[in-house]
């Protein structure tokens, strides 16, 4: 039974920072591809980050520079560290896993004054 618990979300200010994270069962996230989501309202979803196998990292370039996905691999959890957010990044965020195609139940992150 695979199982992604998504974390982390909630209300910031624009400038401010947060920490998603993703707790993975029934995987094994440092064997997959890991991938953050995201789907704002009237919006289609789209990848902001990802990680693969070996480590390799790639981003949407909307947050290249201002986020950073990673994986603790005794924790089984990958996460996604966001800076600087602005009103753009309100969205809610999606945990996804490659092998098997699965997805997190989501968590909402909205940034406003």
């Known amino acids: 039974q695979v199982s992604l618990v998504e974390s982390g979300g909630g209300l910031v200010q624009p400038g401010g920072s947060l920490r998603l994270s993703c707790a993975a069962s029934?995987?094994?996230?440092?064997?997959?591809?890991m991938g953050w989501y995201r789907q704002a309202p009237g919006k289609q979803r789209e990848l902001v980050a990802a990680?693969?196998?070996?480590?390799?990292?790639s981003y949407a370039g909307s947050v290249k520079g201002r986020f950073a996905i990673s994986r603790d691999n005794a924790k089984n959890t990958v996460y996604l560290e966001m800076h600087s957010l602005n009103a753009e990044d309100t969205a809610v965020y999606y945990c996804?896993?490659?092998?098997?195609?699965?997805w997190g139940q989501g968590t909402q992150v909205t940034v406003s004054s």
């Open positions: 996804r896993s490659n092998v098997p195609n699965y």
């Open positions: 990680i693969s196998s070996g480590g390799t990292t």
């Open positions: 029934g995987i094994i996230v440092r064997i997959n591809t």
